[in-house]
T-cell receptor, first 112, second 115 residues
Framework: AQSVTQLGSHVSVSEGALVLLRCNYS??????LFWYVQYPNQGLQLLLK??????LVKGINGFEAEFKKSETSFHLTKPSAHMSDAAEYFC??????????FGAGTRLTVKP | EPEVTQTPSHQVTQMGQEVILRCVPI?????FYWYRQILGQKVEFLVS????????KSEIFDDQFSVERPDGSNFTLKIRSTKLEDSAMYFC?????????????FGEGSWLTVV
């Protein structure tokens, strides 16, 4: 079965600083990988996804993630954090069996 | 792509009561899911539903849970006898299917409070 591990339940950055949220996956078959964002009291919104095309994936709101098979990683980055980026971020993995498993989430705090 | 729409957005129920959570009709979607998120915790898979059948379910989805999509209408999650620990946000979701990378789109959630 596939799974993801998010390193760091809480990340705090200053406004304008680099955002790096870590995700490592485990899968016995080629995975599909996703990042979702959850703003307070809202549902899950898809940020970006990797589906075996380009390894560097660009998403909404200036976020991007790079699939690295050798490291089994799919870290999420943004060059310059904005106050509006404060939210919970979930990494997720799925395969052709058509289900999805989520990581525990990383809460991003952006300081002014 | 449009997300699914869920009702109710918030429900408070007495312990032991039955609860039904709904996704409003989306006639051309085939893959459906229910996930839940207990306050402050991770999103947990409950069940996947394809072609009017359960395709996979987690250990959380025990006998008190059931899903159905009668006549291609609302996709529902029923909890027969609610417990305090069922209090959570329940997300209905749909996917584009394995040919499109299994991207799952979530509804806004139904917040269930069991008292």
């Amino acid at each position: 079965a596939q799974s993801v591990t998010q390193l760091g339940s809480h990340v705090s950055v200053s406004e304008g600083a680099l955002v790096l949220l870590r995700c490592n996956y485990s899968s016995s078959v080629p995975p599909y990988l996703f990042w979702y964002v959850q703003y307070p009291n809202q549902g899950l919104q898809l940020l970006l996804k990797y589906t075996s095309a380009a390894t560097l994936v660009k998403g909404i709101n200036g976020f991007e993630a790079e699939f690295k098979k050798s490291e089994t990683s799919f870290h999420l980055t943004k060059p310059s954090a904005h106050m509006s980026d404060a939210a919970e971020y979930f990494c997720a993995v799925s395969t052709n069996n058509n289900d999805m498993r989520f990581g525990a989430g990383t809460r991003l705090t952006v300081k002014p | 792509e449009p997300e699914v729409t869920q009702t109710p957005s918030h429900q408070v129920t007495q312990m032991g009561q039955e609860v039904i959570l709904r996704c409003v009709p989306i006639s051309n979607h085939l893959y459906f899911y229910w996930y839940r998120q207990i306050l402050g915790q991770k999103v947990e898979f409950l069940v996947s539903f394809y072609n009017n059948e359960i395709s996979e379910k987690s250990e959380i989805f025990d006998d008190q849970f059931s899903v159905e999509r009668p006549d291609g209408s609302n996709f529902t999650l029923k909890i027969r006898s609610t417990k305090l620990e069922d209090s959570a946000m329940y997300f209905c979701a749909r996917s584009t299917g394995p040919d499109s990378g299994n991207t799952i789109y979530f509804g806004e959630g139904s917040w269930l409070t069991v008292v």
